[in-house]
């Protein structure tokens, strides 16, 4: 059974820094590559950055470029988001997803991932 499990969301005041973490199981994480997604109220699942399965690619919403970076490390099976300069409209639930694919590619549709994990709330205050 397939399991993608986020943890390190919180509350921080705008200007501060968050990482969240998502380990997954019951997959080659190798296999796979990786996003993170957001949900805030009353809005649609917005992507925010994926990595390829040989980790050299990543992708960001431009929103957040120059702020967050993606990251993973195979050997943990876990995935990353560094979170910086955080502002109050980054407020979402966070999620991890994974999506078979080709080993440089990186993916942004929600439709294009397989798997899906329970989310982390993140806050920003202003």
């Known amino acids: 059974q397939v399991q993608l499990v986020e943890s390190g969301g919180g509350l921080v005041q705008a200007g501060g820094s968050l990482r969240v973490s998502c380990v997954a199981s019951?997959?080659?994480?190798?296999?796979?590559?990786m996003g993170w997604f957001r949900q805030a109220p009353g809005k649609e699942r917005e992507f925010v950055a994926g990595?390829?399965?040989?980790?050299?690619?990543?992708v960001y919403v431009d929103s957040v470029k120059g702020r967050f970076t993606i990251s993973r490390d195979n050997a943990k099976n876990t995935l990353y988001l560094q979170m910086n300069s955080l502002k109050p409209e980054d407020t979402a639930v966070y999620y991890c997803?994974?999506?078979?694919?080709?080993?440089?590619?990186?993916?942004?549709?929600?439709?294009?991932?397989?798997?899906w994990g329970q989310g982390t709330q993140v806050t920003v205050s202003s």
């Open positions: 990595i390829s399965r040989s980790v050299i690619n990543t």
């Open positions: 019951g997959l080659t994480f190798s296999n796979y590559a």
């Open positions: 997803a994974a999506a078979r694919g080709s080993y440089e590619s990186t993916y942004r549709a929600v439709q294009s991932y397989h798997y």
